[in-house]
């Protein structure tokens, strides 16, 4: 069955306290693999797409890594802003378009 | 900037009530998705659409719900007879429509309050 597994569930950090958030996913066959970023009361907001194991891509203080089984979202120095929920979503390799999502990390950035 | 916008935000409805929520994509995209949301979860799926052909359904998507696209712009997500167990945060997403591999982007979403 397809699953995809956040961790942690929540993750609180001092400003200026570099950290990453994973991603593992179990499908038949990924197609791309997403990251984004979702503010209470609002929809997610899109970060990164990576389609193949070694991909990585970089925004600001966050940088998105790709294995064959996971993914990481490196958070450099991270400011209170940088507080949010991160999601990750796989797209399957087939005629679906339909994306699974993990349940989020909910990140906490201290002053 | 004209993003993917939903109306209305909020809703509050009675057990029993009809609802009906309206997405409007952003400008040129030719699929549109419905999503739902609960508190501490990630969006779940519940259907896709390709201009106005419902290509694909999630087996969320009760006798219920049902959606629309008529003329491939805007769509509509009506449930019928509402119970406590449909509150929930409605996501609406759009994409190009132009590869496989393309990303979906959000709007805020309408939360729906069941009582």
């Known amino acids: 069955e397809d699953q995809v597994t956040q961790s942690p569930e929540a993750l609180r950090l001092q400003e200026g306290e570099s950290s990453s958030l994973n991603c593992s996913y179990t499908?038949?066959?990924?197609?791309?693999l997403f990251w984004y970023r979702q503010d209470p009361g609002k929809g997610p907001e899109f970060l990164f797409t990576?389609?193949?194991a070694g991909e990585e891509k970089e925004k600001e203080r966050l940088k998105a890594t790709l294995t064959k089984k996971e993914s990481f979202l490196h958070i450099t120095a991270p400011k209170p802003e940088d507080s949010a929920t991160y999601l990750c979503a796989v797209l399957r390799m087939d005629s679906s378009y339909k994306l699974i999502f993990g349940s989020g990390t909910r990140l906490l950035v201290r002053p | 900037d004209t993003g993917v916008s939903q109306d209305p935000r909020h809703k509050i409805t009675k057990r029993g009530q009809n609802v009906t929520f309206r997405c409007d994509p952003i400008s040129e995209h030719n699929r549109l998705y419905w999503y739902r949301q609960t508190l501490g979860q990630g969006p779940e799926f519940l259907t896709y659409?390709?201009?106005?052909?419902?290509?694909?359904k999630s087996r969320l998507l009760s006798d219920r719900f049902s959606a629309e696209r008529p003329k491939g712009s805007f769509s509509t997500l009506e449930i019928q007879r509402t119970e406590q167990g449909d509150s929930a945060m409605y996501l609406c997403?759009?994409?190009?429509?132009?590869?496989?591999?393309?990303?979906?982007?959000f709007g805020p979403g309408t939360r729906l309050l069941v009582l």
């Open positions: 990576l389609y193949s």
């Open positions: 499908v038949s066959g990924l197609r791309g």
């Open positions: 659409f390709q201009n106005e052909a419902q290509l694909e």
């Open positions: 997403a759009s994409s190009l429509g132009a590869s496989v591999q393309e990303t979906q982007y």
